[in-house]
């Protein structure tokens, strides 16, 4: 039976208060646009009751862990010092990418690691909305049309090469998953798994347990031998790291934030 998308979304607008949008707007989201709720109740099989109430309670949580516009830079400063999580650049769908080192990955509480990731999440989706609206502004100047747009969505490559036993920590990788399926719901596109070790393989086994089939689909494990070609498939040189053939330098999340901020200063949703 084909779903209704128009009824849908009217029927999940009538079951949310005006005070989840107000929420979600005031701690930095984009509030209930038509886009947002097909997101949602895509990710929620259109189960608009279902859908309705993980919503208000993402707006709650969201009030909760990201109080004013985003996360700030000090709140996360110990995670920062790690230097597990950097950007490289857009693949050629235009989605963000983030380069996570597994190697420099140090147990953490897992609330802090879920604020962590939440800075970092939040820095690829305003990234990502300012390098399409950059290259519309682009096309605009240049009079040539634009076929391209973005998804929403963020690419994630995990460079395993260097993972060991001191960087296992399954109640913070497992609230990291858990954040990615109440929070940010239909954001990933595809995840890379570089030089994953046999004991990541022994976790990432419990932890596949807990994705969703349509999530599991979308990783790849790559290694030294295809990482290259089989991510040229979809990057750029530019836009890669050099350890997969790139020449992207990659950036670090606070630096990424000063990007972002510098040319949207108020953050607003563009």
Not at 97 to 122: A, C, H, K, M, R
Not at 152 to 169: A, K, L, Q, Y
Not at 240 to 256: I, M, Y
Request: some cysteine; glycine content about 6%; hydrophobic content about 40%.
């Amino acid at each position: 039976m084909k779903c209704d998308v128009p009824a849908s979304i009217a029927i999940l607008r009538e079951l949310l208060p005006d005070r989840v949008h107000q929420l979600l707007v005031d701690h930095g989201e984009e509030g209930l646009t038509d886009q947002i709720l097909l997101r949602w109740l895509t990710g929620r099989k259109f189960d608009v009751h279902v859908t309705a109430k993980d919503l208000a309670e993402h707006a709650e949580w969201r009030a909760h862990c990201v109080p004013g516009r985003r996360v700030q830079d000090d709140v996360v400063a110990s995670g920062l010092a790690l230097n597990v999580v950097f950007f490289m650049g857009l693949d050629r769908r235009n989605h963000p990418s983030l380069l996570l080192i597994g190697g420099n990955f140090v147990p953490q509480d897992p609330e802090q690691t879920t604020i962590f990731i939440t800075y970092t999440l939040d820095a690829a989706l305003h990234l990502g909305r300012l390098g399409i609206t950059q290259k519309q502004e682009e096309a605009r100047k240049s009079g040539v049309p634009m076929d391209s747009t973005w998804d929403g969505r963020i690419v994630g490559v995990f460079d395993m090469s260097n993972f060991g036993w001191s960087n296992m920590h399954y109640a913070s990788q497992k609230a990291i998953l858990r954040l990615l399926q109440r929070h940010y719901v239909e954001r990933l596109y595809k995840i890379f798994i570089y030089c994953a070790p046999s004991i990541f393989h022994g976790l990432y086994q419990v932890l596949s347990l807990l994705l969703e089939e349509n999530s599991r689909k979308k990783i790849v494990f790559i290694n030294k031998i295809d990482a290259s070609s089989k991510m040229a498939e979809d990057f750029d040189a530019d836009a890669l790291a050099p350890v997969f053939g790139g020449t992207f330098e990659p950036r670090r999340v606070d630096d990424t934030w000063r990007y972002i901020e510098a040319h949207n200063p108020n953050l607003d949703l563009l």
